[in-house]
C-alpha cells in the first residue's frame, strides 16, 4: 500500500463572475520520488453579455478542455482510478500556459461553448508518445516535471539522439514560438459533446540543448448520453509529431498517432454503487526513414472493470482490474519481447477533505 497522490485544489470567488482555481500535487510514483508540484493556476473571467449569452475567458496554467473523462477536482476521474490512454497522455504532456476566451450561448437547458486559445510552454509535447508509447495510469505531470524515457539504442548513437537528456519536461519552451488551437463543446442534463484541435505547434528543427521541440498536432472527438442509471461515453484522437531537421529536409522522426476509448458506467439511484466497463485501442505508427535505428511503432488494447463504493461523502473505494494487450517495436533495446500481456488489479481510497 502507498499514497498514490495528494491533491490540494483552491477555488477563490472574488465576485460571481471572476474566480481563481490552482491545484498542486504531491506524488509517489515509480521512480519519480516524492514530488510536490503545481498542476494548474488560472484566472477565468465569465461576465454575462445577455440573457442567453456571456464570455468565458481562463488564463494561466490549465489543462486544454479535451476530457470528457477527468470531470471530477484534481483532474480526476468519476469512472475508474486508471484513466484511458488519451487522457493518460493529455495529462502528462499536454498543457496550457497561455489565453483561452471565447463566447457561451445558453439554448433552453443546453449550453454551447466556442474557443480559441493561444500558448507556450508545450514544444516537447509528443516526446514520450514517439519514445515510450501510451500508458494507463492515474499521474498528471506538474509545470517543473522530469519524466524519465527508456533507454533506448538511437540515445547511444552520435548520429541520431546523443545529445537527448534521459527526461523530458513537458512544459517547457524551446522554439519561442506561441500555439493556438480551436474547440467547442455543448453540455446538456442528458448529454455532453466536446470537439478539440491543436494545430502543428513548434519548429521541429529546435533544440536547447536538453530537449528537442516537437511538432505534434492532432484532433480529440468525444461524446457522453446517459440513458437512466447508464452512461456511454466515447472519445476518439488522431495526431502526428515530428522531430528533428536533416540537411535534405526531411524529420528525423514522424509519428502518427491514434487512439480511442469506449466506456459503459452505471451508478445507483443514490450514487453509493458505480460500476464501469471500458475498451481503449491505441497506436502509435513510425513514419520517418529510421524505423529499425529508432523503432518507435506501437499498437495495442485494454479491458478495465472498476466498482466504485461510497460509503459516505467524503469517502470513496474503488476496485480495479485492467488487462493491457500490446506490441512495442522498441521493447527489444530493453532486452523485452516486443508484445506485452498485463494484468493489474488494485484497491484504492479517496479521501476529500
Known sequence: ASLA??????????????????????DADHDFGRRVDLVE????????LSDRAGLDIRAGLFFPPVSLENTERGWLSPYASTFSAINAWIGEEVRTLGIEAGPTLRL????????GAVSRRNDPSGTLLAWRGFALHDRVSGLGDRLPLPSLRSFARPDLFPD????VEPVREVDGRWSWSLGASLIHPEGRVRAYYQPPTAD???FDGEQYAW????????AARTFGPVEVVAQGLDGETRMGRLRDGRNAIVAGFRAGFLLASWTSPASRHRATLRFDAFRVTDEDSFRTEDANSETGNAWLLAYRL???????????????DSRRDNRRDLGLDDRAIEFLASLSWKVSF
Request: aromatic share 10%.
Open 5 to 26: 497522490q495528494a491533491a490540494l485544489t483552491a477555488r477563490v470567488e472574488l465576485r460571481p463572475d471572476l474566480t481563481l482555481s490552482a491545484q498542486a500535487n504531491a
Open 41 to 48: 493556476a488560472f484566472m477565468r473571467y465569465r461576465p454575462a
Open 108 to 115: 433552453g437547458s443546453a449550453e454551447v461553448r466556442a474557443f
Open 164 to 167: 537527448q537528456a534521459r527526461f
Open 204 to 206: 521541429p528543427g529546435s
Open 215 to 222: 511538432r505534434t498536432s492532432f484532433a480529440a472527438l468525444g
Open 310 to 324: 461510497r460509503p459516505a461523502e467524503r469517502h470513496a473505494f474503488t476496485l480495479e482490474f485492467l488487462r493491457v
